[in-house]
């Protein structure tokens, strides 16, 4: 069985155990998102997770690349605002819920 939780005292193996078990582009964003929530200050857009980037470039912290693509940018929000879509609901994907209302807002501007 594996194991559940590691503890690290160095970072590169926290680097080996993430290379391990995600793929490169989820590796690479959640070792970002450990370096900038380290950071001091924090981070003004670490602060506000849920309303993504401004720019083009740059870490969003609402997750990787393909994850915004598949769970954010691409939320069935009619399906989700469907009273009497019970099932397809409850298999639905959520993203946290504060990016969940962030687009939920966008949607009704």
Known sequence: MAA???IHRH?????EDLTELFSDELTRWLLEEI?????????????TFWKGISGLEGHDPRGCDSY?????DNFPVKEYLDKGNIVAKLKM???HQNILDEVLQ???S
């Open 106 to 108: 966008k949607q009704n």
């Open 68 to 72: 915004i693509r598949e769970h954010v």
């Open 93 to 95: 994907h959520l993203p």
């Open 11 to 15: 970072f590169h193996k926290v680097e």
């Open 4 to 6: 559940k939780l590691h």
């Open 35 to 47: 370096r900038l929530n380290k950071s001091h200050p924090f981070p003004e857009s670490q602060k």
